[in-house]
């Protein structure tokens, strides 16, 4: 893949519009998460460009911030670089600061996300009995969990690796899976 992306003019006007201020905030926590320069309009312009280039996640959560602007309605920046073809995000609001991190097998539909979003791979936020999810800010979601349901996540929440939420969670929590039960069987089941 050629090294130099040179995304188009309007979406670095957007990027520094206040439209655009969520997705100006998505970049620069990733840069922050990689260590990468993004302090100045320069850098995060150009780090954007590098996330662009060397992340499908990152392409997959353009396209999504592009969709909600009238005029990139239905437009693929870039389309013959590949996108991540099992990351699925359906949500009306998702605040600035969105992290993905790997996003294979990862389905994100909730009403609204809050600011600093952070989910990993083969996460399901999900439909269920009574509606989607609606979830603050700072919520990390790791590897393999599922949030369904018409249920509240507050904010500052950390949910663990493999645990299945159908409940309300209040601010400032940890959701942890129950502690494994190892029993020996009966003869002959």
């Not at 989910?119 to 999810?133: E, L």
């Not at 979601?141 to 349901?149: H, I, K, L, S, Y």
């Not at 645990?163 to 601010?171: H, R």
Request: some cysteine; aromatic content about 10%.
């Amino acid at each position: 893949m050629n090294d130099a992306v040179i995304l188009p003019t309007e979406v670095r006007d957007l990027l520094f519009s206040p439209e655009g201020a969520p997705l100006l905030a998505d970049v620069i926590s990733w840069a922050k998460w990689r260590n990468a320069p993004g302090a100045t309009p320069e850098e995060q312009w150009a780090y954007m460009q590098v996330l662009f280039r060397n992340y499908r996640e990152f392409r997959n959560l353009l396209d999504y911030r592009l969709g909600l602007v009238e005029a990139f309605r239905g437009v693929k920046v870039l389309p013959t670089y590949q996108r991540a073809t099992d990351l699925h995000i359906y949500c009306d609001r998702i605040g600035g600061g969105f992290r993905i991190q790997h996003g294979y097998s990862t389905w994100i539909v909730a009403d609204s996300i809050g600011e600093n979003f952070h989910i990993n791979q083969n996460v399901t936020v999900s439909q269920g009995k009574g509606g989607r999810p609606t979830i603050g800010d700072n919520v990390y979601v790791f590897t393999g969990a599922v949030a369904t349901g018409k249920i509240r996540i507050g904010d500052n929440v950390t949910i663990a690796p493999n645990v299945f939420v159908n409940f309300d969670v209040e601010d400032d929590m940890d959701v942890l899976p129950a502690p494994a039960v190892v029993k020996p069987r009966k003869p002959g089941s």
